[in-house]
């Protein structure tokens, strides 16, 4: 399953990131891994949340983004909960681009088969949104 939190800069988001991931450390009986753009989230989460900072494996395609998620399941089976914050910037594209919303179907495929939650922050108004990214809203 695949949730997508999105809105404008200054909404909110990383906000209520925070606070889910912090919540899941609680609740999750798996592992949580946490992706971002940089290392902001540092102090702000629960030492027990594998945190990533994108940078530092130069993700920035979608193709990365897959094999690296696909990598962090072959190397550990207990993940249960994914967070990626600032999705269109770890790859670095606008969040009306059809990537996206690719990208999302296939995270959502991925996570059915492999029993795996994933939550999205993406950094852009709502309107910009299409169809295909509102359903996961």
């Not at 753009?37 to 193709?63: C, G, M, P």
């Not at 550990?76 to 606008?94: A, M, R, W």
């Not at 795996?116 to 910009?128: E, H, R, W, Y």
């Amino acid at each position: 399953m695949v949730r997508v939190i999105m809105g404008v800069k200054g909404t909110g988001k990383t906000k209520q990131m925070i606070e889910l991931i912090n919540a899941a450390a609680q609740n999750e009986s798996g592992s949580v891994v946490c992706i971002e753009h940089n290392s902001k989230l540092t102090y702000d989460i629960h030492y027990q949340i594998r945190l990533v900072d994108a940078k530092e494996y130069s993700i920035n395609n979608f193709e990365m983004l897959k094999g690296f998620v696909s990598g962090l399941h072959a190397g550990n089976y207990d993940i249960s909960k994914v967070f990626i914050e600032s999705l269109t910037k770890i790859v670095g594209v606008e969040a009306e681009d059809p990537s996206v919303e690719q990208f999302l179907d296939w995270l959502n495929d991925f996570g059915e088969k492999n029993g795996i939650n994933f939550t999205v922050t993406i950094s852009a108004d709502n309107a910009l949104a299409s169809e295909g990214v509102k359903k996961y809203f």
